[in-house]
Nanobody, 116 residues
């Protein structure tokens, strides 16, 4: 079992920034992909950004030009830097880790609220 834990959500004003962190732990074989999705009530969960172990980037429409992702393959952590946040970015952000040996694991989610 792989455990995924996010941190760093909260309330921010429009135009502000937030940094979300994610850590995978447990019985890890090798984490191939770490990434973030987000979900708004009543809508489908959507990709924000994801980064593979070998550096391949998957970009969701919401992230272009404003969000970046980085990860540390040695300690299985990832960071989502979000800039110029807007009210439409309000959502629960979920980190996930895809392990080569045991599959896909999700964190519990962290709330991001963008409001003045």
């Amino acid at each position: 079992q792989v455990h995924v834990v996010e941190s760093g959500g909260g309330l921010v004003q429009p135009g502000g920034s937030l940094r979300l962190s994610c850590a995978a732990s447990g019985h890890i074989f090798s984490i191939y992909t770490m990434g973030w999705h987000r979900e708004v009530p009543g809508k489908q969960r959507e990709l924000v950004l994801a980064l593979t172990r070998d550096g391949r980037l998957r970009i969701g429409n919401s992230a272009k030009g404003r969000f970046t992702i980085s990860r540390n393959n040695d300690n299985d952590t990832a960071v989502l830097q979000m800039n110029n946040l807007q009210p439409e970015d309000t959502a629960v952000y979920y980190c996930y880790a895809e392990d080569d040996g045991s599959g896909l694991f999700w964190g519990q989610g962290t709330q991001v609220t963008v409001s003045s």
